[in-house]
């Protein structure tokens, strides 16, 4: 345990900010003791990468995570508004598409693990739209790990978000759940995306 702390005090005193880039993504681990997974959105808000740790007391042992999150839009407004059969009447539209975890869905670890969400953002009001996008990490019905939580202004149409990331060598066995809540303003869909350690 004092191996786990001096860990942690040296990832925190050591990492700083790179770019001089205008967002920042933060994660923390849960349990008996709480780490952190800390980074800097480069370019304009679409990628990041993390490098930190998280302790959760359910998994009893340190992570070190290496996470890298990625954007990209994939139909305009217009080809959305197709879609979803949408003229325009509706306010504002917050919907999850389809999710995925590529390569596969049993993992071993040290192996990388890639969750794609698609979803639909259409705000009759604005061109564009703060979006809040949550990432977190599950294990046996307990949060474990925050991989991104951050606001990102998103043009009208439809996006994919993807998260990469290596398993610890050390992970605990059994089925995992990452899960991706979207915000915005008070209208909001959650993409739940299951993958076993093996």
């Known amino acids: 345990m004092c191996f786990f702390m001096m860990l942690l005090c040296f990832i925190f005193s050591s990492c700083a900010p790179m770019n001089g880039g205008n967002q920042e993504v933060a994660g923390a681990g849960t349990g008996a003791l709480a780490g952190a997974v ?5 370019g304009k808000s679409t990628e990041a990468t993390l490098l930190g740790a998280a302790i959760g007391g359910a998994l009893g042992y340190a992570v070190g995570w290496q996470i890298k999150s990625q954007a990209r839009q ?6 959305t508004r197709q879609l979803v059969a949408d003229t325009g009447g509706q306010k504002k539209v917050v919907q999850v598409r389809s999710e995925s975890v590529e390569p596969k869905k049993q993992f071993k ?21 703060a979006v809040h996008e949550k990432k977190t990490l599950w294990f046996k ?6 991989f991104e939580d951050t606001t990102i202004n998103r043009e009208n149409g439809t996006w994919e978000s993807s998260i990469t990331f290596q398993l610890p060598s050390d992970v605990e066995k059994g089925d995992y759940q990452v899960r991706q809540d979207i915000y915005s303003g008070q209208t909001r869909d959650s993409a739940n995306v299951q993958f076993s350690v093996i």
């Open 38 to 42: 800390v980074g800097q959105m480069l």
């Open 74 to 79: 994939v139909y305009t407004q217009q080809q």
């Open 109 to 129: 670890p040290g192996e990388k693990v890639t969750v794609r969400v698609t979803y639909i953002i259409l705000d009759s009001q604005q061109q564009k739209v």
């Open 141 to 146: 019905g307990a949060q474990q790990a925050v």
